[in-house]
Each structure stands twice: as C-alpha cells, then as structure tokens.
C-alpha cells in the first residue's frame, strides 16, 4: 500500500502506517517546525511545506501527478487527512465549528476529485460534524479499546475499519522510571476551565494509576502530587501517545510536547492501515468512486 498523508504534522500517522508495512510517498503540512522533525524521522518521503485549502481540483491534480510517478501501476493509494481540530474540539470554549469544519469538507472534496483507492479522515468526536456528514461512511475509536494507553475518542471518515479489541495499559505501568509517591492521581482539565467557574482550591480531573491515562494533549496529563499538578516527563508523554521518544531526540520539551499532542498515535495508525490491508484482500474498502456509482457512502454508516 502507498500512502499520503495530508496534514501530516510531525508523522503520527505516517509513522503507523510505516510500522504496518505501508510506503509513504508524500506529506504536506503547513507547520516548518513539525514537517521537518516529519523529515527527519521519514527522509524516503517527499514532503510539501503548504498552506492548503484553497482550488481542492489543482491539490488533487498535484496529488494525482505525484501517485502516477510513485505507485506502481495496480498498487493501492491510500490518502489520510487530519485536518486542524481546535475549532471543533470541545475542550475549546470559544470554538467556531462552521470554520473547523472548512478543511474538513475541503478533505472531502480533494478525495472525491482525487478518487484514490482508499482514504480517511480523522477528526474529534465533533456532535455537528457528525450530524453534518451522519450520510457518510465513519467509525468513532475510543483508543483504549485498542491499546492505545488513554482515553482519546476519534472519528474516521472514509474507509474506516473494525479494529480488534485489546486493552489498554494503565498509567502506572509507563511511570516505573518516575519518581511517584503513593496515593498520586493524574489529572486532566482544570475543572475551573471546564466548569466555567471558579473553585476554591482549584478542582481537577483527576483518574486513579491504575486507570488507562487521560487523553495526551500539549499540556495534558500532568500528576498530581502533594496539591500540586506536574508535568510527565517527554519520555513518558511519548510512550503515551505511543511514539519512540527518540523520535523528537533533541527538540525543546515545549515543542516536543506540542507535536506529540497534536499527532495521531502512531499504534492506532498501524492498526487502521494494517486492517485496511486485511480488508482489501477480501476486497471490503467501502469507498466507491462517485464516477463509478453515483455518490459515496455505498456502505452506510459503521458508529462503534
Ligand atoms: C491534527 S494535526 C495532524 C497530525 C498528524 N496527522 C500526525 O499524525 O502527526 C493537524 C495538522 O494540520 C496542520 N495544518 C493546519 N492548517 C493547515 C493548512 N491550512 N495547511 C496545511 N497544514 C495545516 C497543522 O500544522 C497540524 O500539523
């Protein structure tokens, strides 16, 4: 399988579906600082440093000239696009939905012009992006259910597959080179940010050790010990969002944190693309090319 990933950031997905057997031969990105620790980590790939989201039919013609020259004639092109979240993410107080989801519909329209063999669209777990496009093919991912070590809800647009079950490791299993005094929590959201008030002390989120950790963002989890919340270590955060900490080896904590963050676990990656694969040799990819039957969404809707 050949694949490009659109938004790619510092690799997530890229690195998942190499880690599943899969070539990648394009990533675009807007963001300098990601894109080259993408390059770094990936130097086979050839990489675009683009604002997108403009003429989706000139993309998709770029796209188009780059899988002609770089897939071999009867291989599978798989496209991935994650575009931005933070406008449709709920932790965002101030969130404008309808421009969160302008790159998303652009991701749409670039994959419907573009027709690959397969694509995905990631995105959170978004109630009006879901009411927006319920007509078309998705699949929401708790992560943990997969082994993916904490509590990340996505949605896979697009040919998303089942993945199997297995259980996630608690996060006391990924702290045994930290310094954890006993009775410790890791915490989450300041309850004064989700609640909209005040508390007196501040309350937390908080989830027991022996829990799957909260979901891994920029600043998030942090351990809460003698009242005060820290922050893990990037190696702990890495092994969280299941990525080698070798793979960010020399970046500043804070932008090393910010990639991490924002990427697609490399493990939930490997699983989408690996099932993918399993799925194409009893040729079940759900996508259909409009010009072949009228329209997508040949097999409904897969919520679970
Ligand atoms: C959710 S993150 C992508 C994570 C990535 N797929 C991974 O697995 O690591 C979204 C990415 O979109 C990029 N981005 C946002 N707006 C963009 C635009 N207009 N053009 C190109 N990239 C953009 C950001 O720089 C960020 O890296």
């Known amino acids: ?120 669209v990631e995105q959170v777990r978004n109630p009006f992006l879901l009411r927006t496009y319920a007509h078309l093919p998705h699949r929401i991912y708790k992560m943990c259910e997969h082994g993916i070590p904490q509590t990340r809800v996505r949605v896979l647009f697009g040919d998303a597959p089942a993945l199997p079950f297995a259980p996630a490791e608690p996060i006391l299993s990924f702290l045994n080179d930290v310094n954890i005094l006993p009775g410790t929590c890791i915490t989450n959201h300041n309850m004064k940010r989700v609640l909209g008030k005040k508390s007196n002390p501040i309350a937390y989120a908080t989830r027991d050790l022996s829990q799957t950790s909260f979901t891994v963002t920029r600043a998030q989890p942090q351990l809460y010990r003698n009242m005060k919340a820290t922050i893990l270590p990037i190696e702990v955060v890495a092994r969280l969002q299941t990525f080698d900490a070798n793979y960010f080896a020399g970046l500043k904590m804070c932008v090393a944190r910010r990639l991490i963050g924002n990427a697609v676990p490399p493990s939930f990656a490997e699983l989408v693309v690996r099932e993918l694969k399993k799925s194409l040799q009893h040729d079940l990819v759900f996508n259909v090319c409009p010009q072949e039957a009228g329209g997508r969404g040949q097999c409904g809707t897969h919520d679970g």
Not at 73 to 94: A, D, K, M, R, T
């Open 1 to 120: 399988m050949y694949v490009i990933d659109v938004f790619s950031g510092c690799g997530g997905f890229t690195q998942g579906a190499k880690q599943a057997g899969a070539t990648v031969i394009l990533a675009v990105d807007s963001w300098k600082e990601a894109l080259d620790v993408h390059a770094l980590n990936h130097p086979e790939t050839e990489h675009w440093h683009e604002v997108v989201g403009g003429d989706p039919s000139l993309f998709a013609g770029r796209l188009r000239a780059v899988a002609d020259l770089k897939v071999p004639s009867g291989e599978h092109l798989h496209v991935h696009f994650s575009p931005p979240c933070q406008q449709l993410s709920g932790v965002n107080h101030s969130r404008n939905e309808l421009k969160g989801l302008a790159l998303v519909e652009w991701s749409f329209q670039v994959a419907e012009l573009l027709c690959p063999d397969s694509f995905t």
